[in-house]
């Protein structure tokens, strides 16, 4: 399957900045699952491109003069393979993805509930789709309802969010257990200009035999083919696609805009 992509990102400040620096998480991995054909990105300052620890393609961009807005595009085709949703190991042990993070850390409750849903089930496949289907159960998807700070203790016990908090409540859980899990930020595909491109997932680690399989734990399905994958990492901050430091702007807006079609006729 093929995805064309285009991802526009406008920073806008009420007083000039004087310096910037953004990490950016714009490139698609270099998996099994996927390759990109083509890619562009386009933004101001100067752009020094690096493969982080957890195997991402980053982009460290400074902008050293004043600038009162940041513009970034980046666009272009990915091919994804079905590979039954096995994923690349990276270059950490899935130990790696074992240890709490601020975003991720369980809290009593968190624990409660990871343990009775997977009470009693085995099968390691069964266990990360019961452990999805308890989380979507759970936290309902709601937009607007959350923040891109707020922790898995706190979706949780508002019981509403969105995909991103879907992954951290599951990846709380699923550590709590014993069980590695990844954040994986990224783009879906799905047929409907109306939903939201720009998404998040997880990886979960079921073994040595079956290893990292990738779950949309907001839709409840394993996420391949139609899925484009970005960063993996802890939790949102290692993967967010846009994420940096300023000083000075005063107040920030920021306005997103993704497109995925199957088509480049389809994206106009």
């Avoid at 390759?35 to 195997?55: C, F, H, K």
């Avoid at 091919?79 to 993070?101: F, V």
């Avoid at 369980?106 to 089930?121: C, M, Q, Y």
Wanted: glycine share 8%; with cysteine.
């Amino acid at each position: 399957m093929q995805l064309h992509i285009r991802h526009e990102t406008r920073y806008r400040y009420d007083r000039p900045v004087k310096y910037s620096v953004q990490s950016l998480h714009l490139t698609p991995r270099r998996d099994a699952s996927q390759r990109a054909l083509t890619w562009n990105i386009s933004a101001p300052g100067r752009r020094l491109e690096q493969v982080d620890a957890y195997g991402n393609i980053s982009h460290l961009l400074t902008i050293e003069e004043p600038h009162r807005e940041i513009h970034i595009v980046v666009s272009g085709v990915v091919e994804t393979a079905d590979i039954e949703g096995r994923q690349d190991d990276g270059p950490l042990s899935p130990l790696a993805y074992l240890a709490p993070t601020l975003l991720t850390a369980p809290n009593e409750d968190l624990k409660a509930f990871a343990n009775a849903t997977l009470n009693g089930i085995n099968d390691p496949r069964e266990r990360a789709r019961a452990l999805a289907d308890a989380v979507c159960t759970a936290v309902r998807y709601k937009p607007g309802t959350s923040d891109v700070q707020d922790s898995a203790a706190v979706a949780f016990k508002s019981g509403e969010g969105v995909c991103q908090d879907h992954a951290h409540v599951y990846l709380a859980s699923a550590r709590s257990v014993g069980i590695p899990a990844r954040y994986v930020s990224g783009y879906l595909y799905t047929g409907d200009t109306d939903d939201a491109a720009s998404h998040a997932w997880v990886d979960v680690w079921l073994g040595t035999e079956i290893g990292w399989q990738s779950l949309d734990v907001t839709h409840k399905r394993p996420a391949i083919r139609s899925y484009c994958r970005l960063a993996v990492g802890r939790d949102y901050l290692d993967a967010a696609p846009v994420r940096g430091v300023r000083q000075g702007g005063g107040g920030e807006k920021m306005e997103a805009n993704v497109l995925v079609a199957e088509s480049a006729r389809e994206q106009q």
